[in-house]
């Protein structure tokens, strides 16, 4: 079955610093991978995707992420952070299912971000 | 821009109690989700429906859950007899059949059982 971890339970960064937020994936075949982003009080937004093609994909917002299958991972970095990225952040594989996906999301990291 | 929106916002309910969560999902979708959240926990995947039946669903989704799309706009989650451990955040989704896969979330339900 496929996991998620996301190992850093909270992130605290300086407006304007970079950020990388890590997640790890186990998976046997090519995973959909994904990155959401919850806002308190808010559902979960998509970020981004990885199906296939291009190792780095950029997402809405600023939001890039890089899949490596030899580390079996698909880190999300922004180079400038916003105070407005504060939020709650999830990593996910896809199972496909259908014509559609059943997502298998990590724990989430919170961004903390300061002025 | 199209959205997905729940009913209530929180529920509160005692135990035993049968429960139903509204969604209405985006309106040109024809696949649609529930998922929940337990305070402090990851989102889990409970229910996926398309063309008027259960499409996948997790081991969580047993007996006491069951989904309907009773007219051309809601799709529902009840909980027949809910437990202290339904207490969670419901999130439903819905997406379009194949193309970019994207999951549209609503801001869901907080459900509390006493």
């Known amino acids: 079955a496929q996991s998620v971890t996301q190992p850093d339970i909270h992130i605290t960064v300086s407006e304007g610093a970079s950020l990388e937020l890590r997640c790890n994936y186990s998976?046997?075949?090519?995973?959909?991978l994904f990155w959401y982003v919850q806002s308190p009080g808010q559902g979960l937004q998509l970020l981004l995707k990885?199906?296939?093609?291009?190792?780095l994909v950029q997402g809405i917002k600023g939001f890039e992420a890089e899949f490596k299958r030899s580390q079996s991972s698909f880190n999300l970095r922004k180079p400038s952070v916003h105070w407005s990225d504060a939020a709650e952040y999830f990593c996910?594989?896809?199972?496909?299912?259908?014509?559609?996906?059943?997502?298998?999301f990590g724990r989430g990291t919170s961004l903390i971000v300061h002025p | 821009e199209p959205e997905v929106t729940q009913t209530p916002s929180h529920q509160v309910t005692q135990m035993g109690q049968e429960v139903i969560l509204r969604c209405v999902p985006i309106?040109?979708?024809?696949?649609f989700y529930w998922y929940r959240q337990i305070l402090g926990q990851k989102v889990e995947f409970l229910v996926s429906?398309?063309?008027?039946?259960?499409?996948?669903k997790s081991e969580i989704f047993d007996d006491q859950f069951s989904v309907e799309r009773p007219d051309g706009s809601n799709f529902t989650l009840k909980i027949r007899s809910t437990k202290l451990e339904d207490s969670a955040m419901y999130f439903c989704?819905?997406?379009?059949?194949?193309?970019?896969?994207?999951?549209?979330f609503g801001p869901g339900t907080r459900l509390t059982v006493t």
């Open positions: 989704a819905s997406s379009e059949v194949g193309g970019n896969y994207e999951q549209y």
């Open positions: 998976y046997g075949a090519t995973p959909y």
């Open positions: 990885y199906f296939s093609g291009d190792t």
């Open positions: 996910a594989v896809g199972v496909e299912a259908g014509g559609s996906y059943i997502p298998t």
């Open positions: 309106s040109n979708h024809l696949y």
């Open positions: 429906f398309y063309n008027n039946e259960i499409s996948e």
